[in-house]
């Protein structure tokens, strides 16, 4: 019994240091962005079957061993970030990141842009997502407003230019609405015309009544004009004819389109009542719906919830042009630890994969938030009390040792 109460009290003070480091470890990365915290699970190296007078059995366990360290799965506490890069996972999820050719899975959303535009960790690491494919020669080829993520194996490091434009896309229609009245004094309406060089341009239009008149209804001579901001430069110049019903609306329109710097726009008047009418009430301002964007110069990246990265360009248009992937595993404890940030795939997590919509597109499944980062799951109060168990039972085992000792010495002082 002094033999086995030796081993029981060696295993006991070795698993309880040991557990004393994981957890030491634990309360020095309290701070530590991403990292998961380890737990302990202890078990019985032996166990001792006792049978009572009732026929009861019981184990009585002989040794102890420090069975796992299971990974802490809760969410860190989020932290503030004046970087526009720092993203933090609010859910589960793992951030995937590439090194020399081998992918590892992070919480860790410090990211940042290297030299080269491509976004990585602090330490260089790639950060794998899905690209837009909307970006060719530094100018955007279209603007996406979401973008789907490919396949797990098609994940690739994310690369953004430092200089990108966005086109221009002249204006080809200008729809007008307006009510002329039915006075005889002239009516001028306008509208703003982008031209391919992206120059906003002024489109002038001036409803005069004609002289002579052929009831019923009411007929107009309409003139458009293409000019310059400043008018100092005319583009063209184009003349129709307007006829309206006895009622105001509007029946015919020869005026079809006018050039504009080179661009020709097409002149929507409307029908009916749907656009420039001549109805027996006070005059009021039209107005006007022309499309066309003109070109702007990109003023930075930010993302967005769905971990996509959003371009901003000087003329107040956004796209996406890229997505962070964020991986899923069936068994995230099953993940081997390389750091207390970083982690790799194993036989027990199983291979990465991604959650499905309702439809069964491929999708984060978690929420990703900007200007956040998600600190250590540890909590200090916990790692404190449980460093203080485990050095305490660290003190018991050594006492049971060192009692174990003193009755052996005792024992083999009586034989003497």
């Given at each position: 019994?002094?033999?086995?109460?030796?081993?029981?009290?060696?295993?006991?003070?070795?698993?309880?240091?040991?557990?004393?480091?994981?957890?030491?470890?634990?309360?020095?990365?309290?701070?530590?962005?991403?990292?998961?915290?380890?737990?302990?699970?202890?078990?019985?190296l032996f166990e001792n079957s006792i049978t009572t007078?009732?026929?009861?059995?019981?184990?009585?366990?002989?040794?102890?061993?420090?069975?796992?360290?299971?990974?802490?799965?809760?969410?860190?506490?989020?932290?503030?970030?004046?970087?526009?890069?720092?993203?933090?996972?609010?859910?589960?999820?793992?951030?995937?990141?590439?090194?020399?050719?081998?992918?590892?899975?992070?919480?860790?959303?410090?990211?940042?842009?290297?030299?080269?535009?491509?976004?990585?960790?602090?330490?260089?690491?790639?950060?794998?997502?899905?690209?837009?494919?909307?970006?060719?020669?530094?100018?955007?080829?279209?603007?996406?407003?979401?973008?789907?993520?490919?396949?797990?194996?098609?994940?690739?490091?994310?690369?953004?230019?430092?200089?990108?434009?966005?086109?221009?896309?002249?204006?080809?229609?200008?729809?007008?609405?307006?009510?002329?009245?039915?006075?005889?004094?002239?009516?001028?309406?306008?509208?703003?015309?982008?031209?391919?060089?992206?120059?906003?341009?002024?489109?002038?239009?001036?409803?005069?009544?004609?002289?002579?008149?052929?009831?019923?209804?009411?007929?107009?001579?309409?003139?458009?004009?293409?000019?310059?901001?400043?008018?100092?430069?005319?583009?063209?110049?184009?003349?129709?004819?307007?006829?309206?019903?006895?009622?105001?609306?509007?029946?015919?329109?020869?005026?079809?389109?006018?050039?504009?710097?080179?661009?020709?726009?097409?002149?929507?008047?409307?029908?009916?009542?749907?656009?420039?009418?001549?109805?027996?009430?006070?005059?009021?301002?039209?107005?006007?719906?022309?499309?066309?964007?003109?070109?702007g110069d990109l003023i930075g990246y930010s993302m967005?919830?769905?971990?996509?990265?959003?371009?901003?360009?000087?003329?107040?248009?956004?796209?996406?042009?890229?997505?962070?992937?964020?991986?899923?595993?069936?068994?995230?404890?099953?993940?081997?630890?390389?750091?207390?940030?970083?982690?790799?795939?194993?036989?027990?997590?199983?291979?990465?994969?991604?959650?499905?919509?309702?439809?069964?597109?491929?999708?984060?499944?978690?929420?990703?938030?900007?200007?956040?980062?998600?600190n250590s799951n540890v909590e200090l109060s916990h790692?404190?009390?449980?460093?203080?168990?485990?050095?305490?039972?660290?003190?018991?085992?050594?006492?049971?040792?060192?009692?174990?000792?003193?009755?052996?010495?005792?024992?083999?002082?009586?034989?003497?």
């Open positions: 019994m002094m033999t086995q109460a030796y081993y029981t009290g060696i295993s006991g003070l070795q698993n309880s240091s040991n557990a004393i480091n994981v957890v030491s470890d634990n309360i020095a990365n309290v701070n530590t962005v991403g990292f998961r915290g380890e737990g302990t699970e202890f078990a019985s007078g009732k026929g009861d059995t019981s184990t009585v366990g002989v040794g102890v061993r420090l069975q796992a360290t299971p990974m802490m799965k809760n969410q860190g506490a989020l932290k503030l970030s004046e970087n526009s890069t720092d993203v933090a996972i609010h859910g589960d999820g793992w951030f995937g990141i590439q090194g020399k050719g081998t992918s590892e899975y992070t919480r860790n959303g410090a990211f940042t842009f290297d030299k080269n535009s491509d976004l990585v960790t602090a330490d260089g690491y790639h950060v794998l997502g899905t690209m837009g494919g909307n970006i060719a020669d530094g100018v955007l080829t279209e603007k996406l407003t979401k973008i789907p993520l490919s396949d797990v194996k098609g994940q690739k490091k994310l690369n953004f230019p430092k200089t990108l434009s966005y086109p221009t896309k002249p204006t080809s229609k200008a729809k007008f609405l307006a009510n002329l009245g039915v006075g005889n004094d002239p009516i001028t309406i306008g509208a703003t015309v982008i031209d391919s060089k992206s120059n906003r341009n002024n489109l002038h239009l001036e409803f005069v009544k004609k002289k002579v008149q052929t009831p019923p209804g009411s007929q107009y001579t309409v003139t458009a004009k293409t000019q310059n901001p400043e008018g100092t430069k005319i583009y063209d110049t184009k003349t129709g004819d307007v006829t309206f019903d006895a009622a105001g609306a509007l029946v015919s329109n020869s005026l079809k389109s006018i050039d504009n710097n080179g661009t020709p726009v097409t002149i929507d008047l409307g029908s009916g009542y749907d656009g420039v009418t001549s109805i027996d009430v006070p005059v009021v301002s039209g107005s006007s719906i022309a499309d066309g964007i003109v070109g967005n919830k769905n971990a996509e990265i959003v371009a901003t360009f000087t003329n107040g248009e956004q796209s996406s042009v890229g997505k962070i992937a964020l991986y899923h595993f069936i068994n995230e404890q099953g993940l081997d630890r390389i750091s207390g940030t970083r982690f790799a795939q194993s036989g027990n997590s199983g291979d990465p994969l991604f959650r499905k919509d309702a439809e069964g597109k491929n999708v984060n499944g978690s929420d990703v938030l900007t200007h956040r980062l998600e790692g404190l009390t449980d460093l203080i168990i485990f050095q305490r039972a660290f003190d018991a085992n050594s006492k049971s040792i060192k009692t174990a000792d003193e009755m052996m010495q005792k024992a083999l002082s009586m034989g003497a």
